[in-house]
């Protein structure tokens, strides 16, 4: 006679066989059941990939826009000194007329 997990004695080939089908029909279930998880799962990672590769395409978009960035502020930074070089000169300019203007009322006033 045999015992099953059931603890039930086994004496026909019927009551085994029932058993057999039983215990199939739980692995079945449980194969589905695992076969569900895995299908979630990847979808899961579907998901995330295609979360990462919009991130690349971001951090791609966001890299080129630094680069335009970055050259044009090279060519603010070219035209300030420019400017500033002109300001400066002007600056001397009226420095220096200032000075001749302050000379000429002092020869004025003699």
């Known amino acids: 006679m045999l015992y099953m997990a059931r603890?039930?004695?086994v004496d026909t080939i019927e009551k085994l066989a029932a058993l057999m089908v039983e215990s199939f029909e739980n692995v079945e279930q449980r194969l589905d059941i695992q076969n569900q998880r895995s299908e979630r799962s990847g979808e899961r990672l579907d998901r995330i990939e295609k979360r990462l590769e919009n991130?690349?395409?971001d951090a791609?978009?966001?890299k080129e826009r630094l680069?335009?960035?970055e050259g044009d502020t090279g060519e603010i930074k070219d035209e300030l000194r420019a400017?500033?070089?002109a300001v400066d000169k002007d600056a001397v300019t009226v420095i220096r007329h200032d000075k001749w203007l302050k000379r000429l009322e002092r020869a004025?006033?003699?």
């Open 7 to 9: 603890k039930e004695k």
């Open 55 to 57: 991130i690349e395409v």
């Open 60 to 62: 791609r978009d966001t």
């Open 67 to 69: 680069r335009h960035i």
């Open 83 to 85: 400017v500033a070089r």
């Open 108 to 110: 004025v006033k003699r």
